[in-house]
């Protein structure tokens, strides 16, 4: 049996271990079953090794390999032995040698990252964004990563999603970033190299436009001797003009700024053509907020990118507005353009590429074929031959709802692949309102009357003042899935491809730009969840689901329903 890797936010980083009786108290909570699995299985003896995944029972990238498969050849935990775990040590989210050192020291108690291991020792960074290794047998500290600032003040800061391992072989290096830094630590000590950047740290801000802040929440991708980042930015703005999310490269060793990648295309580049009114010039956002994949052997990396300003509105950006919403491929060693693909053109709806693309090997009509697997939050998994960017089966340009708001341009047409089919529900329809009885039905529609409602891509719309006015678009998928920033694991034996989802819906609603506040004709809503009658959701179940694709053939194999849903009503 193989283990795939869920994605974990638990307070303590928790292992746990095997009995051969059944557990006596059973009440270990999921996210710390899915945040032990990598610890556990890495520490168990090692099996052949896979085509792709976690290499001899090592966790050495963010999802166990830079294709993002999140799978490990281990067999000794399966799904005939997780209800016997038990905790076999806990760490909390913040060492305590720093508690000792800064006793009120603030910080949120969340894990958001997943444990690299790499040679029997665990790394990963805590809630304060420093990295900390240990024994993964026993949860003993080995090292704590000491912060640049001296004082209580260089303490401060916050969690990130990961880290990354590089080696040529000889020398070896933990990335990290924290705050606006970039690091390269020793993984024996955790000391910096002081060749690496300005003393052992690179300044994030380097290549970014003046005056503009660096943030970012994911982990750094290395590909040969290249460190690859994104960055995080809001997508609420007042203004027209921002920040571009444009991707930069380091390199391993010196720290040196190696390319920049425009996700908003700039004078002379390709897909300025794709910026009405020369919008390209003031545009800002379209970052890749998530995580990236890699192919090595090929030398090119994988982004998913987000959302243009303002990404429930575009009136100031008429076109498509590449490279928003795509997924670009780029050569590692210069940053130019390999290929893309644009998942939504002139995004309005929150439809961020969420999550890492995941490589794969498969065999599609008795052909090999080198893969790169797209999820989305509006449920669907775009498959391309990573190599050239072509479409595994064809991909539709199909007719979609258009925009009545004053300005805006919508798109007359959105990609929608043949196969895999769509793994969670689309469309706020009536068809799909939730229907247990005849009453909850008639209450379900008196709700969705105040709401505009229709087949996926159904453009926001202006709220109104009054209670009995328009209140915004019902969108489902929601903005947050549909998939989200958890993603998909990936079997290479079976080629299967396994994908977490939710049915959530969201209101997409707009508001007219009051222009002594903004340079806007119209801003986001309130952008909320939306409830169906008597507290129950207000589409049709399951409302959480797991799907299993043969990547082979692009068809559904299972779904299951994940989770209990409503309750005691």
Request: charge should be negative.
């Amino acid at each position: 049996m193989r283990t795939m890797r869920a994605a974990t936010y638990n307070s303590h980083l928790t292992a746990l271990h095997l009995e051969e009786t059944m557990m006596r108290d059973r009440n270990v909570s999921v996210g710390a079953v899915a945040c032990a699995l990598v610890l556990v299985l890495s520490c168990a003896v090692t099996s052949a090794l896979a085509q792709q995944g976690a290499v001899d029972g090592e966790w050495r990238a963010d999802a166990g390999d830079y294709g993002a498969s999140k799978y490990s050849p281990l067999d000794q935990i399966d799904a005939g032995y997780v209800d016997q775990l038990q905790i076999a040590w806990t760490r909390p989210t913040v060492d305590q040698s720093i508690l000792d050192v800064v006793p009120n020291l603030g910080y949120n108690n969340a894990n958001r990252s997943t444990p690299l291991m790499v040679d029997g020792v665990a790394y990963a960074p805590n809630a304060v964004g420093l990295v900390e290794a240990w024994d993964p047998a026993t949860g003993e500290t080995i090292w704590v990563q000491q912060p640049f600032e001296e004082g209580p003040a260089g303490f401060r800061g916050a969690g990130h999603r990961g880290i990354a391992f590089w080696t040529d072989g000889t020398q070896r290096r933990i990335i990290a970033h924290r705050g606006e830094w970039l690091y390269a630590l020793d993984p024996a000590t955790g000391e910096p190299y002081r060749d690496f950047g300005d003393n052992g740290r690179v300044d994030l801000k380097t290549g970014l436009a003046e005056g503009a802040r660096y943030r970012w929440g994911g982990a750094p991708t290395v590909v040969r001797d290249t460190v690859v980042m994104g960055q995080s930015m809001g997508d609420t703005f007042f203004t027209k003009e921002d920040i571009r999310g444009d991707v930069r490269a380091f390199d391993v060793r010196t720290g040196d700024l190696k390319w920049v990648f425009h996700t908003i295309p700039q004078a002379g580049e390709y897909g300025t053509q794709t910026w009405g009114d020369g919008s390209w010039e003031y545009s800002g956002h379209a970052p890749v907020w998530s995580l990236f994949a890699a192919d090595e052997e090929l030398g090119y990396v994988y982004m998913p990118t987000s959302s243009a300003t303002n990404d429930m509105y575009g009136g100031h950006r008429p076109g498509d507005n590449l490279f928003s919403q795509s997924i670009v491929c780029v050569d590692v060693e210069t940053g130019e353009r390999v290929w893309h693909y644009q998942l939504v053109h002139h995004g309005l709806w929150d439809y961020d590429i969420p999550a890492a693309p995941i490589l794969a090997d498969l065999t599609v009509d008795g052909r090999d074929v080198k893969a790169v697997i797209q999820i989305t939050k509006q449920a669907f998994a775009f498959a391309f031959d990573r190599v050239t960017g072509e479409p595994i089966w064809p991909i539709e340009e199909r007719p979609v709802p258009q925009s009545n708001t004053p300005g805006e341009v919508t798109s007359p047409t959105q990609p929608f692949p043949t196969k895999p089919p769509a793994f969670d529900r689309q469309g706020a329809t009536v068809e799909n309102l939730i229907d247990f009885t005849p009453e909850l039905r008639e209450e379900a529609l008196e709700i969705v009357e105040r709401y505009t409602i229709g087949p996926m891509f159904t453009p926001p719309s202006v709220r109104g003042a009054g209670p009995n006015d328009n209140q915004g678009t019902i969108q489902l998928p929601g903005s947050q899935g549909g998939a989200d920033v958890q993603g998909a694991a990936f079997d290479p034996e079976t080629n299967y491809l396994y994908i977490p989802s939710i049915t959530s819906p969201f209101v997409a609603d707009i508001l007219e730009g009051n222009p002594d506040r903004t340079n806007l004709a119209y801003i986001k809503g309130t952008r909320q969840w939306i409830g169906g009658p008597r507290g129950l959701p207000l589409f049709k179940p399951p409302y959480g689901r797991i799907t299993a694709f043969d990547m082979n053939t692009g068809e559904e194999v299972w779904m299951v329903p994940n989770g209990h849903g409503p309750t005691d009503h």
